[in-house]
């Protein structure tokens, strides 16, 4: 009697009890909000590349551009990345938006309670069916029917899986940043109401430093997390590596 109030605590009360019934297991979101300008980052960065490695977890590295203009031009920066911290700071009732910030599942924001994290990654997860195929130059996204589930946000992320940058300005000058599946390109594909629906996005569509893309269905507004999947662009893992200008 107690496992299927728990998944209805995790997924949100507002989901409502039926969805975590007619769940199936789904990797953890991890997302990290990060600079190349920020000094404080890196140790973060490192936390991603270690997550990365695990796979029940979907971690994605969102770099901000609000410190661009301090010194260091972040060549991942996305707008896109601030707007979605921008979301998370308001549905978690924060002041305001900082670095680094690691989100989650859209629930957890913290890396200042290190206790808080490891219970939340721990945790089993239960989420809507939802698959990644890349095939024929295609990423073709598949969500199965789950009768009851709210209105939901598909969004399609690409990222590059490892890079190295050399800091010629900013908090961190001259260092060599190690950054792992870093977002380069935000969509969303539409929106899904519970229906079996797809989705088919051509390879050339998406950005060309991307290796790899997640899909993470979320109700509108970011609300939590209750689908994700990832699946690689590419075979085999890509190092990109930038000098200073």
């Not at 920020?38 to 979907?58: F, M, T």
């Not at 430093?209 to 662009?233: E, Y």
Request: net charge neutral; aromatic share 6%.
């Amino acid at each position: 009697m107690m496992r299927p109030i728990r998944q209805c605590l995790l997924l949100g009360a507002t989901l409502g009890c039926a969805l975590a019934t007619h769940a199936q297991p789904r990797p953890v979101v991890v997302e990290l909000f990060t600079s190349q300008g920020c000094s404080s980052c890196p140790p973060a960065d490192a936390y991603v590349g270690q997550l990365s490695r695990q796979s029940d977890v979907i971690a994605l590295a969102f770099h901000v551009d609000y410190w661009d203009d301090l010194g260091w031009r972040d060549r991942f920066a996305l707008p896109q990345s601030a707007e979605r911290q921008n979301i998370y700071a308001r549905n978690l009732h924060r002041s305001s938006v900082y670095t680094p910030q690691l989100v989650v599942d859209g629930q957890v924001d913290s890396l200042r309670d290190p206790q808080a994290v490891a219970r939340a990654l721990s945790e089993r997860r239960d989420g809507v069916p939802v698959t990644v195929t890349v095939r024929d130059a295609q990423v073709r996204v598949e969500l199965g029917a789950h009768p009851g589930a709210p209105n939901s946000d598909v969004v399609l992320v690409t990222y590059l899986r490892h890079a190295v940058s050399a800091i010629g300005r900013g908090e961190n000058a001259g260092r060599n940043l190690e950054e792992f599946n870093i977002v380069r390109g935000i969509r969303t594909l539409g929106t899904w109401k519970g229906e079996v629906r797809g989705f088919d996005v051509p390879v050339s569509a998406l950005p060309p430093d991307a290796t790899d893309v997640a899909v993470l269905v979320q109700p509108h507004r970011q609300a939590p997390i209750i689908g994700a999947a990832a699946h690689a662009l590419r075979s085999s893992g890509v190092t990109v590596r930038a000098a200073p200008p």
